[in-house]
């Protein structure tokens, strides 16, 4: 880029990071000074950590942590009262879901449940593209959507290759055998048609001229089963609150802005809104690359009622050997599926919202004091507790007989090792992610204290006289732009308060705009950089920039489409979104 740059610009572009991080709070200093309100000094501090989130001059973790020092020092809150947010109870549950996710990652079940699930659907070009994007849109509901990725993507090239290689042993011997019946028919006919000896008398076949198309088919299949990955692992981490980063940035600042509105956002109602749109978008996300990559000669693709090829063969071949080496399933394995059955049981029988949950049946109160936290950190307990083997019961009258082995017996543990390792989990745990949910919390806490989101709202009012679904629309294709170039997550932390805002302003359900909005801040389809998903599959190579801009801006359409629809039909009801709640109301007038 510097090289590319005129001379002039080159030592601006040396210096870029240093500029941004020195220049930025010397050229926004006049805002506090000449306005020496809280509001204002809150602001200050939002638009400084705003421009380092979307240029990445300092680590995005390192940013968020500028409000434990700059809020106490300007007087906007205590240090005590920052420090309480970036490890608050969404924090929390958060935490807990991912220790349940590496336990899931550390004996390979989810590599064993992807496999099974292939083998079940089949390996029919289109099958096998639906099968992948199943696979790893349900595995991205539980763990992150890196790891699902960086699981997934191999098994893909995998099953591509081989499909490849069979292709050219087919092709090869087909033309071997071509070659030996013509030589065999042309001997035959020498008399009656001498040129036809000339024709192959060098021992070479004329080159199918349908071998170019066939590889621009063979390329055109491989972007599209690449790309069905990261778009699947994007798709599918909205389905459930803890899948992926923005789900949790809105659980956490509903609960900063509005702390008494009733739970309305948990893990069953979040799940009956978004698990929904996740199932529209994924179809129309598989039709899309169908029609992109593969075109739509059905009968091809789907192959019903037809024999399978020798790629196809060759593809569950590559699919069961991979099952095969995972052997039967493991003890340690078994036990990691009960307790994350258990966990998500447990999720979604606390406070369906139809009947009592589990918690005010068995816990006086306990709807006020058990939030989606507690499970998840006590499933992640029993996994540092349950062992990974079963355990060996030595009586206490043990034979005598063999006295070193006794011996070793007596010195080795009751319990073997557990089903997880602090170790393991301190080296997975993604800790940044942990301090960019805090720091968002702790801007939305301050954003509220200060009084700057009441005067935010305030000059939002106009736009009270726009239809509130064209509202959500056009706020909804701003994050989807905006989020191509800044993380999801710091993307949420930074819209989601204004929307509130602008929500209480309006007089209409501060969900009505923060759903679309946190959902669509998950729409990262266009760019490598957008998401790690999306680096992933660039860095194998099969994919160009200008291959994931086209898909993406039309995955990103369909995004906005599906949110909107889910926002304007079942999401109505569910949340009652027709009314403006009182704990909205009261928060305004505080």
């Not at 021992?203 to 590889?215: I, L």
């Not at 080496?325 to 307790?339: Q, T």
Request: glycine letters at 6%.
């Amino acid at each position: 880029m510097q090289k590319m740059a005129p001379t002039c610009l080159r030592p601006l572009l040396r210096y870029r990071s240093f500029a941004i991080l020195f220049f930025t709070p010397l050229l926004l200093l006049p805002l506090p000074v000449t306005v020496p309100t809280r509001e204002a000094k809150c602001a200050y501090i939002i638009i400084i950590m705003a421009v380092y989130w979307c240029t990445e001059v300092i680590p995005l973790a390192v940013t968020s942590l500028m409000p434990v020092v700059f809020f106490p020092l300007l007087g906007v809150q205590s240090s005590k009262s920052v420090c309480l947010q970036y490890l608050n109870d969404t924090n929390m549950l958060f935490v807990g879901g991912l220790i349940v996710a590496i336990s899931v990652e550390q004996w390979n079940l989810h590599k064993r449940i992807a496999l099974r699930v292939l083998l079940i659907l089949g390996v029919k070009p289109a099958l096998l593209m639906l099968g992948f994007m199943i696979v790893t849109a349900f595995l991205s509901m539980w763990i992150s959507n890196t790891a699902t990725t960086a699981m997934m993507v191999p098994i893909v090239q995998a099953v591509l290759e081989q499909m490849d290689n069979t292709e050219y042993d087919v092709t090869m011997m087909e033309q071997a055998t071509g070659q030996t019946n013509t030589v065999i028919e042309l001997q035959e006919k020498n008399v009656s048609d001498p040129t036809s000896v000339q024709v192959i008398s060098n021992g070479q076949v004329p080159d199918d001229p349908r071998s170019s198309e066939e590889k621009k088919m063979k390329k055109r299949i491989c972007k599209g089963m690449t790309l069905c990955v990261c778009y699947a692992a994007s798709i599918g981490g909205t389905a459930t609150l803890t899948g992926t980063g923005p789900n949790m940035v809105l659980k956490g600042q509903m609960n900063q802005l509005y702390p008494n509105n009733n739970d309305i956002v948990n893990f069953a109602s979040w799940f009956g809104f978004a698990f929904p749109n996740m199932i529209l978008m994924l179809v129309l996300a598989w039709l899309w690359l169908q029609c992109s990559f593969m075109g739509l000669n059905f009968k091809k693709s789907w192959g019903c009622g037809t024999e399978r090829t020798a790629k196809e063969k060759a593809a569950y071949n590559v699919l069961k050997a991979e099952m095969k080496k995972l052997g039967p399933i493991s003890y340690a394995e078994f036990n990691v599926l009960i307790m994350f059955v258990l966990l998500v049981l447990l999720w979604f029988s606390r406070h369906p919202g139809f009947v009592k949950g589990w918690a005010s049946r068995l816990f006086p109160d306990g709807e006020k004091y058990i939030t989606d936290s507690v499970p998840a950190v006590f499933i992640a307990l029993l996994l540092f507790i349950l062992p990974a083997t079963k355990p060996k019961f030595v009586g206490w009258n043990s034979s005598m007989s063999d006295p070193e082995q006794t011996e070793e017996d007596i010195k080795k543990p009751f319990l073997p090792a557990p089903l997880l390792d602090w170790n393991v989990v301190q080296r997975k745990m993604p800790w940044s992610i942990v301090l960019l949910l805090g720091g968002g919390f702790a801007l939305a806490d301050a954003s509220a204290n200060s009084g700057l989101s009441a005067w935010l709202g305030h000059q939002m009012t106009p736009l009270g006289s726009i239809p509130p679904w064209a509202i959500a629309t056009v706020l909804s294709l701003i994050i989807a732009v905006f989020t191509e170039c800044t993380s999801n997550v710091a993307t949420a932390t930074l819209f989601l308060p204004v929307f509130s805002s602008m929500a209480e302003s309006v007089k209409i359900h501060p969900l009505y705009v923060m759903l679309p909005g946190t959902l669509s801040a998950s729409f990262a389809f266009m760019l490598p950089v957008a998401t790690p998903p999306n680096a992933i599959v660039f860095s194998y190579g099969h994919i160009r920039v200008l291959d994931m801009v086209r898909s993406g801006i039309v995955m990103n359409i369909i995004g906005v489409f599906c949110v909107t629809l889910a926002i304007n039909t079942w999401g109505r009801p569910l949340f009652e979104l027709d009314t403006f709640p009182t704990w909205a109301n009261s928060t305004t007038n505080q």
